[in-house]
């Protein structure tokens, strides 16, 4: 890898990039970890509420403390955590322990609890996007036509989405996996931290509910977004990725930005839908999928 620190402008040069995404020591620790029956790992795909998802675990469990340097310091992600001073074999200052994971429950360590999130590929698209444009590669160098058909449809250091979604389905019964859809924890934002509350087996007062769903929230995230926005990881990843500092980071708590789907796009995802998911679970699309997945809310 070029010493040259600059954002790369093209597909090839961000694969390039992705190949260092964590070191071998991070991977190390991985493959040599022995999960406790009581640790929570939040396991989705890539901008499905993984941040949100994390925010609301760790106010749980802290007593709704927004002491943190950055929501990973605090629930670590469990691939990247000894590449930013983690280690994960040890206790955390809460209980019960918490890891951010990408993984597939195949990939992911046995003997845990997990919180996985299902959410449509058509939307993980644009999110994806535009959480990459202006960090992994110049802003506006690389079109999201490109990006989807070199990076996202076959896979980024987060794996394949399809797969992520074949991997974790059959376990959505499970009492040690909470499976639910993004679009089900939009619609019900402030009852979500309740639900987790639950299926933690946490006992939490009201008061302490009414400061956690507060503190969970788009707005107070939005308003703390320096606490979301990977500046832990970037900084001591950016070398390694070949990417120059950031001059500011950006969170990944956001309003919002209409990235539009070019139809010979879409063409492609629903090719991979039917190559992938439909393939091995019978569902012609994401509607489909969704509603085999209980809504705890109904």
Known sequence: MSAELRRPTS????????????????????????????DVFICTYS????????????????????DFEEISSVVPWFELAVDTG???????????????SHLTYTEAPKGARYITV????????????????????????ITVEDFAMGLYLGGTASGQHWDHLVDWWPLRHRDDVLAVCYEDLVANSEA???LVADYLALDVSPELMERVVANS????????????????LRTARHEAWGLPPD??????????????????????????WAEVVEAALGFDSYAAFRASITNPFD
Not at 86 to 100: L, T, V, Y
Not at 118 to 141: C, H, I, M, Q
Not at 249 to 269: H, L, N, R, Y
């Open 217 to 232: 929230s788009r707005k107070v995230m939005l308003d703390h977004s320096h606490k979301f926005d990977d500046h832990v």
């Open 11 to 38: 597909i090839d040069e961000v694969k390039a990039r992705l190949q260092y995404f964590s070191s071998d020591k991070s991977k190390q620790a991985c493959t040599t970890f022995t999960a406790r029956p009581d």
């Open 247 to 272: 001059e500011g980071f950006s969170s990944k708590v956001t309003s919002g930005s209409a990235v539009e789907i070019a139809p010979a796009v879409q063409d492609a995802m629903d090719a991979k």
């Open 192 to 194: 979500v931290p309740q």
């Open 86 to 100: 983690i280690d994960p074999h040890a206790d955390q200052p809460w209980e019960p322990r918490a890891f951010k």
């Open 118 to 141: 299902f959410r449509d590929p058509a939307t993980v698209l644009p999110s994806f996007y535009n959480f990459f444009d202006g960090w992994w590669f110049e802003k506006g160098s």
């Open 47 to 66: 901008k499905s509420g993984t941040t949100w998802m994390q925010q609301i675990v760790h106010q749980l469990r802290s007593g709704a403390s927004m």
